[in-house]
């Protein structure tokens, strides 16, 4: 079954971190560009952050400097690493993995998602 499956989210305080993972199973991510959303309730999903199958990152303006992508391919995982959380992060993350021009960071045309994993930050 090709599946991906997230997991470390939780209940943070408001400044503290956290780190998602995201991994496949069923094929390689080697390949694939990988791209995290997240999706406030009541609102739309937004892509965050994504990284090339060649390492290369794009961030939104709103993580910049505070959330972190990398890849363990090896481990056929991603990861998110989340730092000086706000409240405004609280959301559902989805991670989402796309072959199409997979050296290519943009936030459409994913092939397989993740069903997420809740974050929630307190002030």
């Known amino acids: 079954q090709l599946q991906l499956v997230e997991s470390g989210g939780g209940l943070v305080q408001l400044g503290g971190s956290l780190r998602l993972s995201c991994t496949a199973s069923?094929?390689?991510?080697?390949?694939?560009?990988i791209g995290w959303f997240r999706q406030a309730p009541g609102k739309e999903r937004k892509g965050v952050s994504c990284i090339t199958n060649d390492g290369r990152t794009n961030y939104v303006d709103s993580v910049k400097g505070r959330f972190t992508i990398s890849r363990d391919n090896a481990k056929n995982t991603a990861y998110l690493e989340m730092n000086n959380l706000k409240p405004e992060d609280t959301a559902a993350y989805y991670c989402?993995?796309?072959?199409?021009?997979?050296?290519?960071?943009?936030?459409?045309?994913?092939?397989?998602w993740g069903k997420g994993t809740l974050v929630t930050v307190s002030s």
């Open positions: 989402a993995a796309r072959r199409r021009f997979g050296d290519v960071c943009y936030y459409s045309g994913m092939d397989y």
């Open positions: 069923g094929f390689t991510l080697g390949a694939y560009a």
